[in-house]
């Protein structure tokens, strides 16, 4: 009977752990100019260890994840600001998926968000609700959360990652009466949680939609076997991201985008020929003005 408790247990943890899609490194530290004290130290560490196995233990989908399929994340928390209680600072939020048949690990996903406002106590219980907005830590983690998943799949299947869109949509609609910024929906501040997740769903970023798609699956996944082919796509998906910016100049998921592929890209079109070189600059340029000059290091 006790060998027979044991197996179960074993199948169970087996199963539970199967079932997570994270893998999320995380790091919780304070502004250089914070001067904190050693039990405030302990209160950030205690965040940190709970944060990661929020993220970690958490079941975000109803798909099975093998531990090797996990989507590799870190969350970054800076400390600014620290009140009694309350915590104001920023987050940054990468995700990055394996290139088909190689060990390189392409971004997918990279932000900073500056709307970081947060109350923690140590000892603190993380509770989340898709349905319920409970805390504003839990919801911003969750909202993350379902935008790695979203991304991630929309770069396997074209717009796979509906779905998670639409779970991050509902986070941010159930906390835009918290009072935090980054869940206004107001006009004058596009540039947050809010405008991320409702961008991603509106039918004029389709395209950028699509660019996920054909850069990953159809551009990086086929490198292997054929480079010259898949930086084609790549440029297919550069001028899919290039419609919804001429649409909407300087938007903010366009951006985000950007944050993740900048420096790929200028790797990647390197070693093409001069007109390939050429096409892609003038894209690049357009779609990043501030990053304009490190660009041109793709035509030496």
């Not at 943890?13 to 919780?28: D, G, H, I, Y």
């Not at 001429?246 to 993740?260: D, E, S």
Request: hydrophobic share 40%.
């Amino acid at each position: 009977m006790n060998r027979l408790i044991v197996l179960l247990f074993c199948l169970i943890a087996f199963n539970t752990l199967k079932s997570q899609e994270l893998n999320c490194q995380v790091s919780v530290i304070s502004d250089p100019k914070l001067q904190l004290s050693a039990n405030d130290i302990e209160v950030l560490e205690d965040m940190e260890n709970n944060i990661y196995e929020f993220m970690n233990t958490t079941r975000w989908t109803k798909d099975v994840f093998e531990i090797e399929e996990r989507i590799n994340c870190t969350v970054l928390i800076t400390i600014s600001q620290k009140n009694n209680d309350n915590l104001t600072g920023r987050i940054q939020v990468q995700s990055t998926r394996p290139v088909f048949n190689s060990s390189y690990n392409t971004t997918v996903f990279n932000t900073i968000d500056n709307d970081f406002n947060v109350t923690y106590l140590r000892n603190t219980t993380l509770l989340f609700s898709i349905e319920q907005y409970r805390s504003n830590l839990t919801s911003i983690l969750g909202f993350y959360a379902y935008m790695i998943l979203g991304y991630d799949y929309d770069s396997f299947s074209l717009e796979g990652g509906t779905k998670y869109f639409e779970y991050a949509q509902n986070i941010a609609n159930l906390a835009k009466n918290s009072g935090d910024p980054g869940w206004a929906s107001s006009a004058g501040k596009r540039r947050n949680r809010y405008w991320l997740v409702d961008n991603a769903l509106q039918a004029l970023f389709n395209p950028l939609r699509n660019a996920y798609y054909t850069y990953h699956r159809l551009g990086m996944d086929a490198m292997y076997n054929n480079v010259v082919e898949a930086r084609k796509k790549i440029i297919d998906a550069l001028k899919y991201v290039d419609k919804v910016q001429r649409v909407r100049p300087g938007n903010f998921n366009v951006q985000v985008f950007m944050n993740a592929k900048s420096d790929e890209l200028i790797s990647i079109f390197s070693q093409a020929e001069m007109k390939e070189k050429n096409t892609v600059v003038n894209i690049l340029k357009r779609l990043d003005p501030a990053g304009s000059s490190k660009y041109q290091e793709i035509l030496k």
